[in-house]
């Protein structure tokens, strides 16, 4: 399959997408719950319906997996993985830190990853085994160390009161032993900010595939290293994610692992 055409189509339906966000931004009509925390608005659907319809039009027989809608079947060995919207709390606020989120998978394997942020214009973007971009410059993680010197950012998922506990400790661990955590409401912009060297290192627990499946293709090929909190390989289906420039990497595991 040709990735840099896979590509091309990626790109045109994140800027559909991007269309439909930069008008819905401050002009929602209604916002529903899907659960205690977790809102769905108008722009999440017809964003998702603009990215799929442009996605299939290319790739009729590829398998769709897309927050919104579900998964839909298709030709086994290819699918995508879509969040329309990464950050719909923030969206609904009007605070402009969000992005869209599309990867394309090959069997079990993250090819190809882009996130696009509609209101800052900053696209990142990704082929497994050629390296990230931002805006079509190359970018690579930092070279901070140790963790005393480093920023790093965390997300808090959906159900926090049935994890408090074990979460607030991991947080307030590294808030102690880094430069600082951060906390901006969208895991896809987390890691590209981590592939870009704005933060140095990234931890949250129970995402779903679309919340990393293309900022984690992004981050690695930008040189970070990817493992849930035991140190194991990631994969898009597990409910742990941590990534880092690698030079503090193990000192992250054993931060998280005192909680």
């Known amino acids: 399959m040709d990735l840099e055409h896979a590509q091309r189509v990626g790109i045109a339906a994140a800027y559909a997408g991007a269309g439909v966000l930069r008008d819905r931004f401050g002009n929602i009509s209604q916002i529903e719950k899907k659960g205690a925390f977790n809102l769905l608005t108008e722009a999440d659907t017809e964003s998702e319906k603009k990215i799929i319809t442009i996605i299939r039009e290319a790739f009729p027989d590829h398998a769709i997996l897309a927050e919104e809608s579900g998964a839909t079947e298709g030709h086994a060995e290819y699918r995508w993985l879509i969040d329309p919207l990464d950050g719909t709390t923030n969206f609904a606020h ?26 800052d214009g900053e696209l990142f973007s990704a082929i497994a085994g050629r390296g990230a971009e931002l805006n079509g410059s190359p970018i690579q993680v930092s070279s901070t160390e140790p963790v005393c010197e480093s920023l790093l950012v965390t997300g808090f998922p959906y159900n926090f009161d049935e994890v408090e506990e074990p979460l607030m400790r991991r947080f307030t661990v590294c808030q102690s032993a880094s430069q600082g955590v951060r906390r901006l409401g969208s895991a896809a912009l987390d890691l590209c900010y981590v592939a870009c060297g704005r933060f140095d290192g990234f931890w949250e627990q129970n995402l779903s595939p679309w919340d990393m499946a293309a900022g984690a293709v992004i981050a690695t090929e ?33 931060l998280l692992a005192l909680a």
Not at 242 to 248: S, W, Y
């Open 94 to 119: 009007q605070l402009p830190i969000f992005a869209i989120s599309i990867a394309l998978a090959k069997d079990a394997e993250i090819v190809l990853g882009l996130v696009l942020n509609p209101m």
């Open 222 to 254: 930008a040189g970070a290293v990817i493992t849930n909190f035991s140190n194991m390989s990631f994969t898009v289906n597990q409910k742990e994610i941590l990534a880092t420039n690698g030079k503090i990497h193990r000192e992250m595991l054993s």
